[in-house]
């Protein structure tokens, strides 16, 4: 992508941020805006997920008196075809010499051998020890690809023939997180972080999937994946917006967040559908207004508080259809006699 287009998404992030706080209306995440290095919308790191460190155990004890040669024990039984006996001697030598060279090594092939097996969350969670316990010792791309794979596994193989989910993301979706947090600058970073909001989309968890897409835009402005990001963010504030239409804030931040895009963004693919959203969002506001202005004049006869709503329809809508007759309105309440006092019984 070109310099511009890093410039138009950095300043689409921006936009976003500003109006945040107001677009959530009662939501109670733990949005903080995007100066910062947290990464919103992700659950893992709002808890401590860190693995604990393994420590010697009766259950895994070592055959060889050192750590050479226990690596090159557990070597041969993998060799020979005896996984689950290669499995608990590797895991014998990290529990027994963690800080030996070949601990490394060990956590790799027993993270390894679990994949091998087809016990992929098991083989995750090795690979995560690897990463948070021997990350300097260790292929560190190899190992996110390889957890990249196992995370895409798990997800697509948590349905049934039918396309049921058989059971809940959450899980799934924080190793997808781990990923991220394991090497938040790398380049697979905003295409894991794209898998992140569609997890939080398809549980119904919209303003979640929001901040992982504002994510995107704001850290990776200059990626491919940024140009879908900036659509599915405004994809979710729309169906929010219209989900909640009496919440005004909020379909207010998405008006700004598609004008936002489509400023910058001439070009964009979605062009056409977001300026669709924009037009529907635009019209929904435009007839809430008038309606609560009329409410005030017609209903409750409150003409002060007509007056005012009137005025402010003409701030936001001064060019719209119904500009005429509430101007003309507004100069009749304006010129009515102020309703005398009700004398006191």
């Known amino acids: 992508m070109k310099q511009t287009g890093k410039l138009w998404l950095a300043a689409l992030a921006v936009t976003a941020a500003l109006f ?3 677009a959530q209306g009662g939501y109670s995440g733990s949005n903080q805006g995007y100066a910062t290095d947290k990464f919103e919308g992700f659950e893992s790191v709002d808890k401590d ?5 393994k420590e010697k155990s009766f259950w895994y004890s070592v055959s060889e008196k050192t750590a050479a040669a226990q690596l090159a024990y557990a070597g041969k039984l993998a060799a020979e075809g005896k996984n689950k006996a290669a499995r608990k001697a590797n895991e014998a030598l990290v529990r027994q010499w963690p800080t030996a060279p070949e601990a490394a090594q060990a956590q790799l092939a027993l993270a390894q051998l679990f994949e091998q097996a087809e016990k992929y969350e098991r083989a995750f969670d090795e690979y995560q020890y690897l990463m948070t316990y021997f990350a300097g010792h260790c292929p560190y791309n190899e190992v996110l690809d390889r957890q990249f794979r196992i995370a895409n596994l798990l997800l697509h193989g948590n349905k049934s023939m039918f396309g049921w989910i058989l059971n809940g993301t959450d899980t799934i979706r ?3 997180e781990k990923i991220v947090l394991n090497a938040p600058r790398s380049a697979l970073a905003p295409e ?3 898998i992140i909001g569609s997890i939080r989309v398809s549980a119904g968890e ?5 901040s992982v897409y504002d994510g995107i835009l704001n850290r990776f402005p200059g990626s491919p994946q940024a140009i879908s990001a900036a659509y599915l963010a405004a994809q979710c504030r729309y169906e929010l917006a219209v ?5 005004e804030p909020r379909c207010r931040e998405a008006i700004a967040f598609f004008k ?3 400023n910058r963004a001439p070009n964009h693919p979605q062009k056409e559908q977001m300026t669709a959203w924009l037009n529907e969002l635009t019209t929904l506001r435009l007839e ?5 202005a009329r409410f005030y004049d017609t209903t409750q006869r409150k003409p002060d508080a007509a007056k005012a709503a009137y005025r402010r329809f003409l701030t936001e809508f001064a060019d719209s259809k119904y500009a005429p007759q509430v101007r003309a309105r507004l100069a009749e309440l304006e010129k009515a006699p102020a309703p005398a006092n009700t004398p006191a019984k």
Do not use: D, G
């Open 20 to 22: 945040s706080a107001h």
């Open 49 to 53: 997920t860190r693995l604990p460190q």
């Open 174 to 176: 924080e190793r997808f």
């Open 192 to 194: 894991v972080m794209l």
């Open 206 to 210: 919209k303003q979640e999937a929001i």
């Open 243 to 247: 989900k909640h239409n009496y919440n």
């Open 260 to 262: 936002a895009i489509l």
């Open 288 to 292: 809430q207004n008038y309606q609560q």
